[in-house]
């Protein structure tokens, strides 16, 4: 057996314990002051000089004890605003968060990574910088982060990070090499009109037709104007008009929607006729409206030459047969491609799927369930690939 992965089965208690500290203690976005509070006393006592390099996102280094190059490896910490309802025994006890997106393995794995890391530091040819980062899933925190310095002092060469897949088994690493995961823009269509009684339609201008209507064309963005060799959606996730009254026309709305893809050309065409559209649409009705861009997150590239060695390294871990290349590009973003803009990147789908495969929903669910038996994996994987990189590139 892999002697990280040795290692780790052997910290399983203290990794289901933070796992299921941070699954208690979900908190969103870059507001993480106590889980901050908690990775930042676990990082103390490992020995580690812990750095706020921005709100909420931690930095610290192993190594360093040997001049060689600089890989990080990154954590990612924030839940989702969304209830919880899966049964567990360490539920969410923050009502409205639960991490239904696997965040709370990721901290336990990054602090399981950097404790095997600090026993090993003196093997380390060069410096490992272990980054948790904040905001995540509003795509805020790389960039938060990078524009903050973490790729300096020192420079970072190369980019490594984990993310769990609740619909996979345990200890199976899925990884692509080049464009693997679509680009991410949020937006929010703000919709004037004029409100009055509905039983007197004549004497307003109702948002919800022009909400209807602008919808109704933005979906033929897709079918007219987007070739169909291209892979990108464009989704409106919610309409949101009025109070729940019969008799009233409400004065204004919104629509909340997200677009992803590959082509970046592509995509500013589509945020531009989004614009003209929604705006366009809504004069045509005697309304007006406003586009609110609410976050842009590049696509996800993975380096071929930095994923083929990583992948060697992983193998190791996992074994060979375990190691599942991507047979197609996921529409689903990640954040952790700013830093694929940067250096060489690749992000491992780590398997933590229930035995049970009946109970196996996705991601972002409120009944999601996660293995723990995923947790050494990712830990002894983060650890590998780290410390053999650094050793064929010192």
């Given at each position: 057996?892999?002697?990280y992965?040795?290692?780790?089965?052997?910290?399983?208690p203290?990794?289901?314990?933070?796992r299921?500290?941070?699954?208690?203690?979900?908190?969103?976005?870059?507001?993480?002051?106590?889980?901050?509070?908690?990775?930042?006393?676990?990082?103390?006592?490992m020995?580690?000089q812990?750095?706020?390099?921005?709100?909420?996102?931690?930095?610290?280094?192993?190594?360093?004890?040997k001049?060689?190059?600089?890989?990080?490896?990154?954590?990612?910490?924030?839940?989702?605003?969304?209830?919880?309802?899966?049964?567990?025994e360490?539920?969410?006890?923050?009502p409205?968060?639960?991490?239904?997106?696997?965040?709370?393995?990721?901290?336990?794995?990054?602090?399981?990574?950097?404790?095997?890391?600090?026993?090993?530091?003196?093997?380390?040819?060069?410096?490992?910088?272990?980054?948790?980062?904040?905001?995540?899933?509003?795509?805020?925190?790389?960039k938060?982060?990078?524009?903050?310095?973490?790729?300096?002092?020192?420079?970072?060469?190369?980019?490594?990070?984990?993310?769990?897949?609740?619909?996979a088994?345990?200890?199976?690493?899925?990884?692509?090499?080049?464009?693997?995961?679509?680009?991410?823009?949020?937006?929010?269509?703000?919709v004037?009109?004029?409100?009055?009684?509905?039983?007197?339609?004549n004497s307003?201008?109702?948002?919800?037709?022009?909400?209807?209507?602008?919808?109704?064309?933005?979906?033929e963005?897709?079918?007219?104007?987007?070739?169909?060799?291209?892979?990108?959606?464009?989704?409106?996730?919610?309409?949101l008009?009025?109070?729940?009254a019969?008799?009233?026309?409400?004065?204004?709305?919104?629509?909340?929607?997200t677009?992803?893809?590959?082509?970046?050309?592509?995509?500013?065409?589509?945020?531009?006729?989004?614009?003209?559209i929604?705006?366009?649409?809504a004069?045509?009705?005697?309304?007006?409206?406003?586009?609110?861009?609410?976050?842009?997150?590049p696509?996800?590239y993975?380096?071929?030459e930095?994923?083929?060695?990583?992948?060697?390294?992983a193998?190791?871990?996992?074994?060979?047969?375990?190691?599942?290349?991507k047979?197609?590009?996921?529409t689903?973003?990640?954040d952790?491609?700013?830093?694929?803009?940067?250096?060489?990147?690749?992000?491992?789908?780590?398997?933590?799927?229930?035995?049970?495969?009946?109970?196996?929903?996705?991601?972002?669910?409120?009944?999601?369930?996660?293995?723990?038996?995923?947790?050494?994996?990712?830990?002894?994987?983060?650890?590998?690939?780290?410390?053999?990189?650094?050793?064929?590139?010192?």
């Amino acid at each position: 057996m892999n002697k990280y992965l040795a290692r780790a089965n052997q910290l399983v208690p203290e990794l289901v314990e933070n796992r299921r500290h941070f699954h208690r203690h979900p908190e969103v976005r870059n507001e993480l002051f106590e889980t901050v509070k908690y990775v930042k006393a676990q990082l103390e006592d490992m020995g580690y000089q812990v750095q706020e390099i921005c709100q909420c996102g931690l930095v610290v280094l192993a190594g360093g004890k040997k001049p060689g190059k600089c890989i990080l490896i990154r954590g990612d910490m924030d839940a989702l605003p969304m209830p919880e309802d899966t049964g567990l025994e360490f539920s969410s006890e923050n009502p409205g968060a639960m991490h239904a997106c696997g965040h709370d393995l990721h901290m336990a794995m990054l602090l399981g990574a950097a404790k095997l890391l600090k026993e090993h530091e003196d093997e380390i040819e060069g410096t490992v910088k272990i980054c948790f980062q904040p905001n995540e899933e509003t795509f805020g925190g790389a960039k938060a982060m990078i524009e903050a310095g973490v790729l300096e002092n020192p420079h970072v060469d190369a980019a490594f990070a984990i993310h769990v897949g609740s619909m996979a088994d345990v200890g199976t690493l899925d990884y692509g090499k080049g464009l693997t995961m679509g680009s991410a823009d949020g937006f929010s269509i703000h919709v004037k009109g004029k409100g009055c009684h509905g039983a007197a339609p004549n004497s307003g201008i109702s948002p919800i037709n022009i909400g209807v209507h602008i919808y109704l064309a933005l979906q033929e963005l897709l079918a007219r104007e987007v070739n169909p060799a291209e892979q990108c959606t464009l989704t409106v996730g919610s309409m949101l008009f009025g109070d729940g009254a019969t008799n009233v026309i409400p004065s204004e709305g919104v629509l909340n929607g997200t677009m992803r893809g590959f082509n970046a050309e592509l995509i500013n065409h589509l945020r531009q006729r989004v614009e003209e559209i929604s705006v366009g649409t809504a004069r045509v009705f005697g309304g007006d409206a406003e586009v609110e861009w609410l976050f842009s997150s590049p696509a996800m590239y993975c380096d071929p030459e930095f994923t083929d060695e990583v992948v060697r390294y992983a193998a190791d871990v996992v074994g060979q047969d375990r190691m599942i290349p991507k047979k197609s590009r996921a529409t689903g973003s990640e954040d952790f491609a700013y830093f694929g803009e940067k250096v060489p990147s690749q992000i491992f789908w780590l398997g933590a799927g229930v035995d049970d495969k009946t109970k196996r929903i996705s991601n972002h669910n409120p009944k999601v369930l996660f293995s723990e038996d995923a947790l050494p994996y990712g830990a002894a994987v983060y650890t590998q690939c780290a410390i053999e990189w650094l050793k064929e590139h010192k």
